[in-house]
């Protein structure tokens, strides 16, 4: 295939004499002269046969008289006589079209490697338009600076879309500490450990941060579509996921030292934000559940083990304050057993459905009728009292988080339930009853003040 620009290139050796043309044909006297093709062995970098005046390696004399010259072997066949390039799976579409010429010049250039123009001014634009790219907010350092072989094989290669690298060790080639964190943590984001980085990033521009390719959480719940559908459908969502750094808020995006990618422990995690009074978007006010910790030292068995998703649930909830099944929102519920399926995905229903019964629950006393379970009396009945009415669900001042008091009325005034824990038993003096004492038919040192009755 003959190329426009072989039309002005050189003629043959000097001192060539075309035998073969025709004895009407003149003889050469030379391709570079001071007043012929002197231009074409100036350049910085030249062509090796344009340098050694060896025109004829490329170029054959066709007619002297009209000073007429073709190239000696079709233009797709005629580099590969000197320059070897490797044929890998991908190749560049001027490399496969035998299109040498579109990139480089055949004599020389003030660039090197005899480019056409600097890759950094446009040479790789010429095709690729990178305008639509650069127009973006956000663009990759080796786009903004026209560095496409930073990423890109120039001819050929044996990774999709000439990559040099593939996946993972082409970006962390520059990303180090991303590297360093998928080595040194134990918890790894499947697209960041495959190397599919470009699953969340655009490699070349965005008009996202990151250049991601989509704004969190969508990004993240395109994968995790649960998690999305609950968001999406949940009666409460946790504030955080309508944050701007939705779940970049706890999780980590490539890798980190705790399960589900979390930024930290979970309960420190949730602490991070409840340390301090949180107004929610319905006007509730949370407590500082940081100070609270800090100052009750019995801890609800959830808290001790710092699992605050046991009851909420991190995400998006149909239940109030996120909780993650069903439990009365009010302080004072009619016994229903279904109103209490989140203790129950840790306690025993029999707390409250069996009046007696041995081994049940701790909070017990012998009677001639046997052994009554006093969690039953409590609970199981017309009024009935939500576990909050005895127990501060987080933390409190006395063991098995009871509380101190209880609020009632419409003003809420603090009746106090002094409860006094015993080796095998205790007692509680409200304003809601006479003094009470029980005492458990087991032997005495029973009494585990950290857990649950």
């Not at 344009?50 to 002297?64: F, I």
């Not at 909780?323 to 109103?339: C, G, I, M």
């Not at 933390?395 to 509380?403: D, L, N, T, V």
């Amino acid at each position: 295939m003959a190329i426009a620009v072989a039309l002005l290139l050189v003629g043959s050796a000097a001192g060539q004499t075309p035998s073969t043309r025709g004895p009407a044909e003149a003889v050469t006297t030379g391709c570079v002269t001071g007043d012929c093709h002197s231009e074409q062995v100036r350049h910085k970098h030249a062509h090796a046969p344009a340098a050694q005046r060896k025109c004829e390696a490329c170029h054959e004399l066709r007619s002297a008289r009209e000073h007429d010259f073709e190239l000696r072997l079709p233009a797709e066949r005629l580099c590969l006589q000197c320059h070897i390039i490797k044929r890998p799976d991908f190749l560049h579409a001027p490399v496969r079209d035998g299109n040498c010429t579109g990139c480089h010049d055949p004599h020389g250039s003030d660039l090197r490697l005899m480019l056409r123009a600097d890759p950094v001014e446009g040479l790789c634009g010429q095709c690729h338009d990178a305008g639509p790219m650069t127009a973006h907010a956000f663009v990759h350092a080796p786009v903004a600076s026209g560095a496409c072989v930073l990423c890109h094989e120039a001819h050929g290669s044996w990774q999709p879309h000439l990559l040099v690298e593939s996946g993972r060790r082409l970006c962390v080639s520059c990303h180090q500490a991303t590297e360093a964190q998928l080595r040194q943590k134990g918890f790894d984001h499947p697209p960041a450990a495959e190397g599919e980085c470009s699953a969340c990033h655009d490699p070349h521009a965005s008009d996202l941060p990151a250049q991601l390719i989509s704004d969190v959480p969508a990004l993240c719940t395109s994968c995790h579509a649960d998690v999305g559908q609950r968001i999406a459908r949940a009666a409460t969502v946790h504030e955080v996921v309508r944050d701007d750094r939705a779940c970049v808020n706890c999780h980590q995006p490539h890798a980190a030292s705790h399960p589900a990618l979390l930024d930290q422990q979970p309960a420190e995690l949730c602490l991070s934000c409840h340390n301090r009074r949180v107004t929610t978007r319905q006007g509730d006010v949370l407590e500082d559940m940081a100070a609270l910790l800090a100052e009750n030292p019995y801890h609800h068995g959830p808290i001790r083990n710092g699992d605050c998703a046991a009851c909420h649930d991190p995400h998006a909830s149909d239940h109030f304050r996120l909780l993650t099944n069903d439990y009365p929102a009010q302080f004072y519920a009619p016994f229903r057993l279904d109103l209490y399926d989140l203790c129950f995905n840790c306690h025993v229903r029999e707390l409250v459905l069996e009046p007696f019964g041995a081994g049940i629950t701790g909070f017990a006393r012998q009677t001639e009728q046997g052994i009554q379970n006093l969690h039953y009396v409590h609970v199981n009945q017309k009024k009935g009292r939500t576990c909050r009415a005895c127990h501060e669900v987080h933390a409190s001042r006395q063991p098995f988080h009871m509380r101190e008091s209880v609020p009632f009325g419409a003003e809420g005034w603090p009746l106090a339930i002094n409860f006094n824990a015993e080796a095998s038993g205790g007692s509680c003096a409200p304003a809601c009853h006479k003094p009470e004492t029980y005492r458990r038919p087991d032997p005495p040192g029973r009494l585990e003040t950290q857990d649950s009755p």
